[in-house]
């Protein structure tokens, strides 16, 4: 049975309008970088169906008026390209932020779907385009490596946070890549360097160097160390100074649901001296830091050390968060 051209119309739209539906009903669940990642790589299988009706309506409504149906695939490869360019602008407008990857991702999505139906598009008979097996081949090999590359920063969260569950309850050593996905510096600088001194029980060899800037406010962070701390008593880590003096390095540890308010999250000073300091922090002040509320142990979220216009730059090295 075929269907009339209308009715296939009809279809392609519905399909392109599902697809559309989609991107913009659902949000990420929870804000953290595996979902914003996986939300991204979505960006691929949503417009490469989307490019394949484009195809579709093409093929049926510009049958007669393009013969060579490679037409149709740069039609629909515009196409698609337009529709992603014009859902970031509209989103640039509302709070969902624009994304050039996403741009990127709607291309790979086309191009990659397109490419594979193309190796079986039985329109092609008789057209006088003929691709040979091998070309075939080629293109469905380079579909595959062009879809992997661009899963690759997704591939790349998926095993940090793998990483990160299997080594908890350590939380940050220094000594693997997949956990500096979760470690940032701002305003500081923050290097992973051999380390100057023995951390005490430390059979490890590296830790981190933070520079802190003496202008304005710097910190060095921890963002989504595993959140579940429930049934451990400390968070503890090493700090070694090699200021001449004793310095106060600000400690801040809160929840998912933190409102950013100040008596919402656990807050202390830290009198750092010059030498090692093994610091230890019960877990039950952490749990009880926040004024109206108990902090949920089960979702922490954060840990930053900061440091606000000190005198001089000041230089720490930091190793071992763990909890125990
Ligand atoms: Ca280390």
Known sequence: MKLSRRLQIVLMVAVISAALIVLEKYKIPLNIFLWRYIFDAGHIPLFGVISIAFLGISQTLWQRRFKNPMIHYIIAFVLTGLLGLITEIIQYFTPRDADLWDIINDGVGAICFLGLYLTFDRRLLGSGVVLSKKLKYIIRLAVVVLGLVALMPTFNWIGAYINRNIRFPQICNFESDWEQKFVFANNASLSIVPSPESF??????????VDFSKNGSSNFMIVEPYPD????????????????????IELRINDRQHDKNYHDRFNQVLSINPGINNISIPLIDIQMAPKNRQMDMRKINLIILFMVQPENSITIYLDNFRLE
Do not use: H, K, Q
Request: hydrophobic share 35%; glycine share 10%; aromatic share 14%.
């Open 200 to 209: 005490g029980d430390s059979i490890d060899n590296n830790v981190g160097r």
């Open 229 to 248: 701390w429930a049934g451990y008593e400390n968070l503890s880590f090493s700090i070694f100074s090699d200021n001449p003096e004793i310095i106060n």
